[in-house]
């Protein structure tokens, strides 16, 4: 078993986390701009106001992160979190696995009613693993919009 070690993340985390989120963005097929994920983590790195980023360590390399945004729901009554983006290498070794429970101990600390998450709908793979954690499919459709 790998010893993994989970923690929030710092500034000394930006260049491995911008490492790790072109190689997450090139996985799941979107375009990756190193100034906006680089704005992206820095922002959350740097202020917990609105989320969080965690690293996963392995042999004191940064080899995965989970980042969340706190949000508020009327239909829970309370803060609710979004999961916003989780990525691990390699896979298949039990590091999701322990990142995920740690995003979920993190949202239960910060006293979250529910945790949200997104994923293709042709990611097969992504979708049993989040299943097989307990998430359930919502009948509800995403919708955004560019703001600029």
Not at 20 to 32: I, K, P, V
Not at 48 to 60: M, Q, W
Not at 103 to 125: H, I, Q, S, W, Y
Request: aromatic letters at 8%; proline letters at 2%.
């Amino acid at each position: 078993m790998v010893t993994t070690r989970i923690r929030r993340s710092s500034a000394d985390d930006l260049d491995a986390l911008v490492g790790l989120g072109r190689e997450y963005c090139a996985a799941d097929g979107h375009a990756f701009d190193e100034a906006t994920v680089r704005s992206g983590f820095a922002g959350v790195v740097a202020d917990d106001t609105h989320g969080a980023v965690l690293v996963a360590e392995v042999e004191s390399a940064v080899v995965g992160y989970a980042v969340v945004s706190w949000g508020w729901s009327i239909e829970i009554g309370g803060l609710d979190v979004v999961l916003d983006e989780i990525y691990v290498r390699p896979k298949g070794r039990g590091v999701g696995g322990r990142l995920l429970a740690a995003v979920e101990a993190l949202c239960r600390d910060v006293g979250a009613k529910r945790v949200f998450l997104e994923t293709e709908p042709d990611n097969e793979r992504a979708r049993r693993w989040y299943a097989a954690n307990g998430f359930e499919t919502e009948p509800s459709i995403w919708m955004s919009k560019e703001l600029g």
